[in-house]
């Protein structure tokens, strides 16, 4: 069983529909959870960025992280066509050796 | 978000050349750099964890003396695939590690090596 486990897709939405992502981990030594954006050919763009449980909000993004269930949650409201990419969630803790481990990613079209 | 510059973007080389690829924090200063290749499809498997000042710490399955790592400042990493052959094509990503959050993890934007 992978560390961090993420539904590959492809997940196809309309335009202006709510984006929903989720991952779930096993380790709770996991305490920074991340999500990144990454375009084909391109690096991952840091979207969010929490530390423990609870919700933040930065725009259209919306990212919620449940330590007691080991799940972690995204949404894009009023999806675009330029959301289409691959979502890629992460997270990390110095219990975990501070590396950043990745889950396999969720491509997402939103269809004009 | 802090910048992370990756160069060269794309590169074909011929089998048994070495190819530099470099990994700039623009405006941050960057005690851990991470290198990671990607597949097709696949998420980021990582590579190496490369310190300031010190040796690179290798993942289990990764040839030390294939992928050369160096970490010279706190600015500047650089992965040297050295001898290619045509399995080492691939999309090869760094990231560097922001030293005063020291968990924000910011990426550059990839470099696709081809060998022929």
């Known amino acids: 069983q992978k560390e961090v486990e993420q539904d590959p897709g492809p997940l196809s939405v309309p335009e202006g529909a709510i984006v929903s992502l989720n991952c779930t981990y096993s380790?709770?030594?996991?305490?920074?959870f991340m999500w990144y954006r990454q375009y084909s050919r391109k690096g991952p763009e840091l979207l969010m960025y929490?530390?423990?449980?609870g919700n933040k909000e930065d725009g259209r993004f919306t990212a919620q992280v449940d330590k007691s269930s080991k799940y972690i949650s995204l949404f894009i409201r009023d999806s675009q066509p330029s959301d289409s990419a691959t979502y890629l969630c992460a997270m990390s803790g110095r219990a975990a050796g501070n590396k950043l481990t990745f889950g396999g990613g969720t491509r997402v079209l939103v269809k004009p | 978000g802090a910048v992370v510059s990756q160069h060269p973007s794309w590169v074909i080389c011929k089998s048994g050349t070495s190819v530099k690829i470099e990994c700039r924090s623009l405006?941050?200063?960057?005690?851990?750099m991470f290198w990671y290749r990607q597949f097709p499809k696949q998420s980021l498997m990582l590579m190496a964890t490369s310190n300031e000042g010190s040796k690179a710490t290798y993942e289990q399955g990764v040839e030390k003396d294939k992928f050369l790592i160096n970490h010279a400042s706190l600015t500047l990493s650089t992965l040297t695939v050295t001898s290619a052959h045509p399995e080492d094509s691939s999309f090869y990503i760094c990231?560097?590690?922001?030293?005063?959050?020291?968990?924000?993890?910011?990426f550059g934007s990839g470099t696709q090596l081809s060998v022929l």
């Open positions: 380790n709770s030594a996991f305490q920074y």
């Open positions: 405006d941050f200063q960057a005690t851990t």
């Open positions: 990231s560097a590690r922001d030293v005063v959050t020291n968990e924000k993890l910011f």
């Open positions: 929490t530390y423990s449980s």
